[in-house]
């Protein structure tokens, strides 16, 4: 890959792709509807992320996407939606035109990347396949169902290569508020979840559906399933096709994530003592 778009690139998953993808040398054409009451951190990832002179921002509402001219170079589209339960009703709509109007300005064999959630699986038990059904209990869920339905649909008209990807929570720095109150244990580190969608957006099969397991859903997975209470992730899929596999355990993400609060909290300091 040589240029992406990201769309949701200031938020807290794209804001750490774009990182990885300028990283890796890969231009970025981002594009984020920005807030007017901004937080510092967001105003914090936008200057960080500006000084990259392979990184361009938009700052466009998803239903304006399509008006980009560029998108015939561009190798990929992460679609990292924003999960803002409050804002779902309100962006079904739009974001499933803007989707079409922007997939049909899309040359053959683009790849398209969705960021989904196993919300869509609902309540279910033991060991949860790609394949299996889709039972959404939760305003998210549903939203991610709808949208992922329409994408691969879309997709297989405009001959473009979609990976979607279902991914539990996912945690570090720059995190959301409500993160905070899910258990750990079966979320994922932000490192993670970058890794694994940058492996889907390198599988050249399209229409496929990966998970993202977090080290729960690996550990559930190497002991014997049928003992297990509960629900787990299947790992096979995403290991054998895409090589993916979690590399940061619980302990060693919530210290990095807990050094990033620290070394935060110093900057703001430091800067209201010199303003």
């Avoid at 994408?151 to 409500?178: K, N």
């Amino acid at each position: 890959m040589e240029r992406v778009c990201v769309t949701g690139a200031l938020g807290f998953i794209g804001f750490h792709l774009c990182n990885r993808l300028l990283n890796e040398g890969i231009e970025v054409i981002a594009v984020d509807h920005l807030q007017k009451d901004r937080t510092l951190e967001e105003e914090e990832m936008e200057l960080r992320m500006g000084r990259n002179a392979h990184y361009h921002l938009h700052k466009l509402t998803l239903d304006s996407l399509h008006t980009i001219n560029d998108f015939s170079k561009i190798d990929a589209i992460f679609h990292i939606a924003a999960n803002d339960q409050q804002l779902l009703k309100e962006t079904a709509e739009s974001e499933l035109a803007m989707l079409d109007k922007m997939i049909k300005k899309l040359p053959a064999n683009t790849r398209l990347i969705y960021a989904s959630s196993t919300e869509v699986y609902g309540d279910q038990e033991g060991e949860i396949s790609e394949s299996a059904p889709l039972r959404p209990d939760t305003l998210l869920g549903k939203h991610k169902q709808k949208m992922e339905k329409s994408i691969a649909q879309l997709s297989m008209e405009q001959s473009v290569v979609c990976s979607i990807v279902r991914m539990p929570v996912v945690y570090g720095p720059w995190q959301p508020e409500y993160v905070e109150k899910v258990d750990y244990n079966m979320a994922i580190y932000i490192s993670d979840a970058v890794n694994g969608l940058m492996l889907a957006a390198m599988k050249k099969k399209g229409n496929e559906v990966f998970h993202l397991p977090s080290f729960f859903d690996v550990d559930c997975s190497e002991q014997r399933p049928q003992s297990l209470e509960g629900s787990f992730l299947s790992t096979s899929k995403s290991e054998n096709q895409l090589g993916y596999k979690p590399q940061v355990r619980v302990k060693e993400g919530l210290a990095k994530y807990n050094e990033h609060v620290k070394q935060w909290q110093k900057q703001c300091e430091f800067q209201k003592g010199s303003g």
